[in-house]
């Protein structure tokens, strides 16, 4: 029971606030405003080759139209039952089979999407389709009408990345189903990338998504090339290796309003020093192998694993091949409110 290590009279007296619906803070002011965070979540590696066969396997069970949305939620072992991957975000991996779509609905957690296998599924957002390619990062805005389908002859596979739990401890969830499958499409396919994704933009340029970024499909060819040059162009920062963030082209912030997201390019053979920050973030291995070291755990990673860093414990990556790794976080909502902060160190 709380407050064990109290006095007989100090408990006696607690004994009074408990009907009244009040407590002691001098019992729990250390534990709810501590020296330095210590989160719940436990950082975790997922094995891509374990859980695809048994993804694969959920699609025998049931339709993507049946489950509406057809995922495995990436659990944190600390969050049982509470589908969070860390403290505040929320990763699950998604399949669609070849001529299934996923019916359409909207809601307010922003969703990302990381392509992992499949060259012909798509995604419709607010009224345009993009085509879905390996390591392409597409965003679903908060509230935005969107489906998804297959017109492939393989399984198409992606992660999703969402800020549901940031939303629920807000108690600000809503969804809304569509009623049809698909919503109708308004623009042609490409035009969001071409009004806003070449370095130029609609003269009286705002998004149409609010805090999202116009450009909701950033391909992953572009991005690659990016850092391949970027390397190439100067040395490596000693804690980010290479990387570079997605940014929205309107403000030059974060591509979405709570989320995060970025890639490190890192060549085989190099190393990052130690770094930690108030973030929680999820990684997914694009290409490449290497370690990841979380605190006191180092985990070896292998192509299209992901792992969940908590916020504040020491992390650093080591490559034994060309690595491309993906991560979304929630250091988005830190900046905005205020309490992001970051310590890198010397080894
Ligand atoms: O694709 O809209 O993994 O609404 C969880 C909730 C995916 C989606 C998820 C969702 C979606």
Known sequence: MAYESASPERRAYYDKLTPLSTAPLWEVLGTIVPREPTSKAESHLWRYDALRPLLLEAGSLL????????????????????????????????????????????????ALRFMIEGEQGFTQVGGERTTMREGDFVITPPWAWHDHGNEGDGPVIWMD????????????V?????????????????????????????MDASSPYGMASPIFNYPYD?????????????????????????????????AMPAMATWMTHLTRGQSTLPMRSTDSQVMHVVEGRGTVTVGEQTFTFGPKDVVALPSWQRRCLVASEDCFLFFFSDRAVHEKLGFYREQRFSA
Not at 161 to 172: K, N, R, V
């Open 63 to 110: 339709t993507a139209r049946e489950a509406e949305r057809r995922v495995l939620v990436l659990e944190n072992p600390a969050y049982v039952g509470q589908s969070r991957t860390t403290s505040t975000l929320y990763a699950g991996l998604q399949l669609i089979l070849p001529g299934e779509t996923a019916p359409a609905h909207r809601h307010t957690p922003s």
């Open 161 to 172: 990345g969402l800020d549901i739990p940031i939303l629920q401890y807000f108690e600000s």
């Open 174 to 202: 809503f969804s809304d189903p569509y009623g049809e499958e698909q919503h109708p499409l308004s623009r042609p396919e490409g035009d969001s990338l071409a009004r806003y994704g070449q370095g130029l933009l609609p």
């Open 222 to 254: 572009r991005t690659r090339e990016a850092l391949v040059r970027s390397a190439q162009g100067a040395e490596p920062d000693p804690h980010l290796a290479t990387t570079l963030r997605y940014s929205n082209p309107i403000d030059g912030g974060w």
